[in-house]
């Protein structure tokens, strides 16, 4: 639709063409002297008798009065200098990284909304203090950078490019990274993590989820504090878990596990061809069923009732922590060509601290 007028210039904007009058001109649809402009760019007339409103001084109240202007999704951002707008809420600029890539930062755009980034190359992403439905980022060979983000759904891969995950990440959280590339994050909060990698480190201080699943093919899987059902999958890395509070699954083909479980539902450990090692406190109440090449229980670790079956090479031993039954929580680890370690660890020495 087209708007015409003698006086009038045609401007379009983002919602369709607007008519602007210039200032003090008479001619047919132009205001008058005696008329002015309100919010919607509409004439408007004085009433008769009254003071002539000055041209194009805009109604009292609207945005341009108040030196503001309307902003997409019906906020209005104050401008920067002179009243010039500023950048909009969620673009995305190109910015220089120190090695000389570009990064592409994200400003946040509020709360709700989505955010599909995508990089090629060298080129990097950073996303930082941003709270939305969903969040897909997808790179080549540039870093991923997330800090203090929270989203229902955060999906994340990459080609070459490792993930760093800053602060505490929040919200159902899918990443993947393909080759050498790893994923190390500080804190992981959410309903359900998934993670995988294939010849990269995978690494996670704090993770907190009802049901995670962790894989790697060749990388490590180094895992602080973690609760919740978690299942931990990788055919040559090795698996460690510094403490476990509820459902473990823990499995690797060839690399060797260790783990401390500090409160147990149900704890399974297997490795085809390393060794495992379990440690617990010892006020745990357990079930315990270690089986391998050979087993080693501490005489710390308070375990009773404890039975040997030698067969087929290999040793089973079972036994009770705490007068725990059999049908209650247990622990079973199974190394059929490794040695399993069962020992007795505080919690304070869990900790690691350094003397």
């Known amino acids: 639709m087209r708007a015409t007028s003698a006086a009038g210039r045609l401007v379009r904007g983002s919602r369709g063409p607007v008519v602007r009058f210039r200032r003090g001109s008479a001619g047919i649809g132009s205001p008058r002297a005696s008329e002015g402009v309100d919010a919607a760019g509409e004439p408007v007339r004085a009433a008769e008798g009254a003071a002539p409103v000055p041209p194009a001084r805009a109604a009292p109240g609207s945005p341009r009065a108040l030196g503001r202007r309307p902003r997409a999704g019906g906020g209005v951002r104050r401008g920067a200098r002179g009243g010039r707008p500023g950048r909009p809420a969620g673009r995305v600029r190109r910015c220089s990284a120190g090695d000389g890539h570009p990064v592409r930062r994200h400003r946040p755009p509020g709360v709700g909304g989505d955010l599909n980034i995508e990089s090629s190359g060298s080129g990097s992403v950073k996303v930082q203090n941003i709270e939305c439905d969903r969040c897909e980022i997808s790179t080549a060979q540039g870093a991923s950078v997330l800090e203090a983000v929270k989203s229902q759904n955060l999906c994340v891969q990459t080609k070459g490019g490792n993930v760093i995950c800053l602060g505490t990440v929040y919200g159902n959280i899918d990443i993947k990274a393909s080759h050498h590339s790893s994923v190390t994050a500080d804190k992981l909060q959410g309903s359900c993590v998934n993670i995988a990698t ?158």
């Open 198 to 355: 294939e010849d990269g480190l995978l690494e996670v201080k704090y993770l907190y989820t009802e049901s995670s699943f962790l894989s790697s093919a060749a990388g490590d899987i180094a895992l602080g504090n973690v609760h919740g059902n978690i299942v931990l999958q990788s055919k040559k890395g090795n698996i460690t878990v510094d403490s476990s509070s509820g459902c473990l699954k823990a499995s690797s083909q060839q690399g060797a596990i260790d783990v401390y479980i500090s409160q147990l539902e149900e704890v399974a450990l297997t490795s085809q061809e390393g060794s495992i090692t379990v440690k617990a406190p010892s006020s745990l109440r357990a079930y315990l069923k270690l089986s391998g090449k050979e087993v080693v229980v501490d005489a710390d670790a308070q375990v009773h009732d404890m039975a040997k079956d030698h067969k087929g090479g290999n040793v089973t031993v079972t036994g009770l922590m705490n007068q725990a039954r059999s049908q209650e929580r247990w622990i079973t680890a199974v190394a059929p060509k490794g040695t399993v370690s069962f020992k007795h660890q505080s919690w304070f020495q869990s900790l690691k601290l350094s003397d």
